[in-house]
């Protein structure tokens, strides 16, 4: 008779999964991955509830990344105005979000889930 509460397949899952996980080379920190300059010609870190920086500034076919790196805190880059059919990225935890600008002009933005999270991109 098995005892209440599992047996070996429990032991499996309770004992052996997390030893197993933890040495299969799942080590890097999400938090601490840093975008490659080459996808990007400015970069704007989302963490800490800000962006930073919160101002940048490019040329007419440049891009910007935003790279989100707040402890899985979801945060996302909502364009305001005109900028609104251009930038809206998806809510992101962890990872990052590229925008191409075309056209000359100042570009405002924010985060829906924190208000007052707000930048802007001005294209040359």
């Known amino acids: 008779m ?12 309770t004992v ?8 299969t080379g799942c080590t890097e920190d999400p938090s601490t991955l840093t975008v ?16 930073s920086p919160a101002s940048v ?7 910007v990344a935003w790279h989100f790196a707040d402890r899985g805190v979801g945060h ?3 364009g305001l105005g005109a900028a609104s059919t251009l930038l809206h990225s998806p809510m ?7 925008q191409t600008f075309d056209e000359p002009g100042t570009y405002l933005y924010y985060c829906t889930l924190h208000p007052q999270m707000k930048g802007a991109v001005v294209v040359r």
């Open 57 to 63: 500034t490019i040329d007419a076919g440049q891009s």
């Open 76 to 78: 996302n880059v909502v």
């Open 16 to 23: 052996l999964l997390p030893i197993v996980l933890a040495t």
């Open 36 to 51: 490659h300059e080459s996808i990007a010609d400015a970069t704007v870190q989302v963490a800490g509830t800000a962006y």
């Open 2 to 13: 098995t005892p209440r509460g599992g047996g070996p397949a429990a032991f499996t899952l």
């Open 92 to 98: 992101l935890g962890y990872g990052d979000y590229v």
